[in-house]
């Protein structure tokens, strides 16, 4: 999922990309996961955040 969302995350809305932010932050913070999908979410969580910021600079918020 994270492969996919990395490369389909420039057509997203900002809507979208912010409850995605919200999933892999849930995510990221569950012990119950093991540490590599943790890293793999907060690696992908650093990726939605910059396309975050490209929607709100261009104006899209």
């Known amino acids: 999922m ?3 969302l990395h ?6 809305s900002f809507d979208m ?11 990221m913070h569950d012990n119950l996961l093991p540490y590599q999908i943790q890293v ?3 690696r992908m969580l ?3 955040l910059e ?3 490209k929607h709100a600079k261009d104006g899209e918020a």
Do not use: K, N
């Open 2 to 4: 994270a492969d996919f």
């Open 7 to 12: 490369h389909v995350r420039a057509s997203l």
């Open 17 to 27: 990309l912010a409850h995605v932010a919200f999933v892999f932050c849930r995510e």
């Open 40 to 42: 793999i979410c907060a």
């Open 46 to 48: 650093s990726s939605v």
């Open 51 to 53: 396309g975050l910021t």
